[in-house]
């Protein structure tokens, strides 16, 4: 039986391990990702501790020849939420595999900034090495090195000042910004390499970024990049090792020829002909069209007819550029770095562009120029954010000034926002990029005082403005906390939701902020509802734990219990993923980061508005009469039926 290899690696003491264990025992990262967390007691200690592990690992199927095997998994605690959380980029364990090692746990801290080197050769991991850089010198490339800034920037620096071992390694740094040592909303950034040209291959760059595993890695570590790769090659049954066996195999348990079954189920991905056009950003917004949320979800107050307006102003002017350059006169499509013939990275004068950045770089914050939101893109991806938390922030920010609970100067912006969905005026509105811009740079900088407050997060910072600015608020009737939407944990914890209108992005999940709920704009009856939200929570985390891409699980889910009967393991994928999602539960529990139901006036008009927009009269009619005792209730009865189905604990939603 194959064995899963875990490299735990103390960056204090300099002091490495190897363990190997048998697949049936570790499926994969999240598995182990549990197991170090729950030795280390890190529920009990500060979220930056150094026992805050950053683990970090591919799937059993990293090396093989299946498409969309290479999605590389963080598993840590988050200083969002509180609790342990789950992130992904993809690509990069293309290149990490050949460490020799499946995950690499980075636990304790070390003195200086740290860039971690793990070396494979054909039997396995052959060496670590760890090198210091100076501070002073490592903001000296942040501030710019190479033709980029930030994250890119040292990415840059790594590949021309360590290009022999690199190259040798044929590794893919994985490298955080600015933006994970300054806040808590810190990417992993990682950008593949043309080992021919010695060039950053823009438009496979990737990120883990929910959560802020790049400001655990920084903060809790010290370490500011990984370097792993090498020449090691995972030893796999034929059936998936080699192509022409894969396809063999796969034809036999799907009963269709492999490359067609992967092309239909990833048709979103690459390219849609009923739309004519392809990936996340080519397919929404025409596919949601009024049920997009824009301007920080101020659209849901308005009628169906002004956000068709809205819309037509967006489809022509943000996403059709995109489509006729990206699709119509050249397909300019790649990957996030491993073969695959989705190709979904979907290239516009030189940017990747996919939905959740372009829509919270863009219309979320009121901007409707393409050409503006890619440099707002591709600012926010060099400092290192997370992208849909940086949005969220932003869009927050321009709301409060707009709306006069804050001053521009207390933002350390120029001038006032234009924050009206009213405006239909692309040019008026194209003010907002400029002031993203600032806002992104201050809050790095820690600017103002108000800035320094939010850098360590949204909630409590919603909390503390309301203090610092009890005047205002109580003239305007507005708390801070009702202009911005997320999920609360605990005391202080809480998720900001991706860019959707559902109610499935602001239930008390253990896990959010990613695709481990039903996403889709829906509102049914609670149990209904919480049925399918398990059904997707124990199929995603079959997935991210196998290591695949989810833009692969049309196929992958149906056979991914035979893919693992390969590897000569019989399990009950299902009841596995549940015992995973169960043991995050208990673990989110002893950290504190129990969840509450969501508290700002509007997220609670997220969920009872989408009612009355579908139609539902009973639930619609029980939101106007009493919308708080109303959405208590149906949450209430929609976790019931998730934990019945997954199995979780009372303690986790007796309080609700």
């Known amino acids: 039986m194959l064995k899963y290899t875990v490299l735990r690696l103390d960056v204090g003491s300099k002091k490495w391990a190897l363990s190997n264990f048998y697949v049936d025992e570790v499926l994969g990262p999240i598995d182990v990702g549990i197991r170090i967390h729950n030795e280390l007691e890190s529920w009990n200690k500060d979220v930056f501790s150094s026992a805050n592990a950053l683990v970090l690992g591919s799937g059993i199927f990293a090396g093989s020849k299946l498409f ?131 060039k950053l291959v823009m438009g496979s760059e990737d990120f883990a970024a929910r959560g802020g595993p790049g400001s655990v890695l920084a903060q809790a570590h010290n370490v500011i990049a990984i370097i792993a790769g090498g020449n090691y090659k995972p030893e796999l049954p034929r059936q998936l090792a080699d192509l022409a066996e894969l396809s063999k195999f796969m034809k036999g348990i799907l009963s269709r020829d492999y490359a067609s079954a992967v092309t239909e189920a990833t048709i979103k991905y690459r390219y849609d002909p009923s739309i004519g056009a392809g990936g996340t950003f080519g397919v929404n917004y025409p596919h949601y069209r009024e049920s997009l949320p824009l301007f920080n979800y101020n659209t849901i107050y308005l009628h169906k007819a ?24 050249a397909k300019t499509w790649t990957t996030c770095g491993e073969p695959c013939p989705a190709a979904c990275k979907k290239i516009w004068r ?37 992208t849909i938390t940086i949005g969220h922030v932003i869009a927050w920010l321009l709301e409060a000034v707009y709306k006069g609970l804050l001053r521009p100067q207390e933002v350390g912006l120029s001038e006032n926002p234009r924050f009206d969905p009213m405006l239909l005026n692309i040019e008026e509105l194209a003010i907002n990029a400029r002031l993203a811009e600032e806002l992104m740079l201050n809050l790095i900088e820690w600017k103002t005082e108000v800035l320094k407050v939010i850098a360590k997060g949204v909630r409590e910072a919603a909390r503390k403005l309301d203090e610092m600015f009890m005047d205002r608020v109580k003239r305007l009737g507005i708390r801070f906390e009702d202009l911005i939407v997320y999920q609360p944990y605990g005391e202080k914890g809480y998720m900001t939701p991706n860019y959707y209108w559902t109610p499935g992005f602001l239930l008390p999940l253990p896990v959010t902020g990613k695709y481990w709920t039903n996403y889709t704009s829906t509102f049914t009856e609670p149990e209904e509802f919480g049925k399918t939200v398990a059904i997707r929570i124990i199929k995603e985390v079959e997935i991210s734990n196998a290591g695949l891409c989810r833009f692969h699980r049309g196929w992958a889910e149906k056979i991914l219990p035979k893919l693992y009967e390969v590897l000569g393991v019989k399990i009950d994928l299902d009841q596995h993923a549940k015992t995973l999602y169960q ?4 673990y989110n529990i002893k950290a504190g980061a129990k969840p509450r139901v969501v508290e700002g006036e509007k997220a609670k008009d997220v969920i009872a508005l989408l009612a009355s927009e579908l139609g539902v009269e009973e639930w619609s009619s029980k939101f106007s009469s009493n919308r708080d005792a109303a959405l208590r209730e149906w ?22």
């Open 350 to 386: 030189g940017k990747k562009l996919d939905y959740e950045p372009s829509n919270g770089l863009g219309p979320w914050i009121g901007v409707f120029k393409i050409e503006l939101t890619v440099k707002l893109i591709d600012l926010a991806d060099q400092l290192g954010f997370d």
């Open 68 to 198: 969309g095997s290479h999605r590389l998994v963080a598993v840590f605690r988050s200083p969002e939420t509180g609790g342990m959380h789950v992130s992904e980029m993809g690509g990069a364990a293309y290149r990490f595999i050949g460490c020799g090692a499946h995950v690499v746990s980075i636990e304790g801290k070390s003195s200086e900034p740290t860039i971690v080197f793990v070396k494979g050769d054909e039997k396995g991991v052959r060496d670590i090495s760890i090198e210091s850089i100076d501070m002073f010198k490592l903001n000296e490339i942040y501030r710019g090195y190479g033709g980029y800034i930030g994250a890119y920037a040292l990415e840059k620096y790594l590949v021309d000042t360590y290009w022999d071992v690199i190259s040798t390694l044929k590794a893919r740094p994985i490298v955080v910004g600015p933006a994970a040592l300054r806040t808590i909303y810190g990417a992993l950034v990682s950008i593949d390499i043309d080992f021919t040209s010695k």
């Open 635 to 656: 949450i209430r009865r929609a976790i019931n039926a998730i934990a019945v189905q997954l199995g979780l604990p009372e303690e986790w939603y007796k309080e609700l």
């Open 583 to 586: 043991q995050i539960t208990e």
């Open 306 to 329: 002004m956000r068709k307006r809205i819309v037509d102003l967006l489809l022509e002017h943000f996403w059709k550029p995109v489509k006729e350059e990206s699709f119509d006169k």
